[in-house]
Every structure is written in C-alpha cells, then in structure tokens.
C-alpha cells in the first residue's frame, strides 16, 4: 500500500520560513504521479495550496499561496517538497501531501494522501 510521509513543519514567527517535504515508500508510483499539498485549519475545510506534474512542472498554486510558497520535486531524492516563505498566523494549519494522476485542485483527484504536518505560526 502506498504510504505518504510528510515533514518538515513546526512553530515559527510571523514573517517566517518553512520547508515541508512529502515523501513515498513506492518509489516508482510516486514518480509517476503529480503530488499535491493541501492544508486544513482547525474548524475549517481543507483546500488546496499548490500541485506539481510526474515531471517536475506544470506548477499550479492557490491565489493564497503564489508570490510566497514554491512548490518543487526532487525526483532522484524521492521528493516534493513545499518552501513557505512569508508565513502568517492565517497560514496556520495542518499540511497534507496527495498524490494522484494529474495536476487539480480538487481533492478528489487524488487517491494517495499522508496523515499531515502541522504549521504553526504566531503573530
């Protein structure tokens, strides 16, 4: 079964910086599949932050999320990782990475998710 595994987040200032990264036990589906990260705040739906294709491009971002995170993959390290930069107290959420075929911004497009990272960020 694939298992999705996220890292990288924690507390941190308003005004900073994070990297998250999502990685796969199934070297070869991941590869072939585009991966998105998603976030859900407490008490609120979970929507999405941005996506990236199997080949590294197609790099699509919510309106929240352009200008300050950067969306990338890794293929030799097995990863996709996801910089935030510029974090608020609005930003405050627990981080999920998917994966599935195509790039979307709709949850249901992606069958293969991780258990989430938590980002917290004070003001």
């Known amino acids: 079964q694939r298992q999705l595994v996220e890292s990288g987040g924690g507390l941190v200032q308003a005004g900073g910086s994070l990297r998250l990264s999502c990685t796969a036990s199934?070297?070869?589906?991941?590869?072939?599949?585009?991966v998105a990260w998603f976030r859900q705040a407490s008490g609120k739906d979970r929507e999405f932050v941005a996506a990236?294709?199997?080949?590294?491009?197609?790099?699509h971002y919510a309106d929240s999320a352009k200008g300050r995170f950067t969306i990338s993959r890794d293929s030799s390290k097995n990863t996709v990782d996801l910089q935030l930069n510029d974090l608020a107290p609005e930003d405050t959420a627990v981080y999920y990475c998917?994966?599935?075929?195509?790039?979307?911004?709709?949850?249901?497009?992606?069958?293969?998710w991780g258990r989430g990272t938590q980002v917290t960020v004070s003001s």
């Open positions: 998917a994966a599935g075929g195509v790039v979307a911004t709709s949850a249901r497009h992606y069958n293969y």
């Open positions: 199934e070297r070869r589906a991941f590869g072939l599949s585009a």
């Open positions: 990236i294709n199997r080949n590294g491009g197609g790099e």
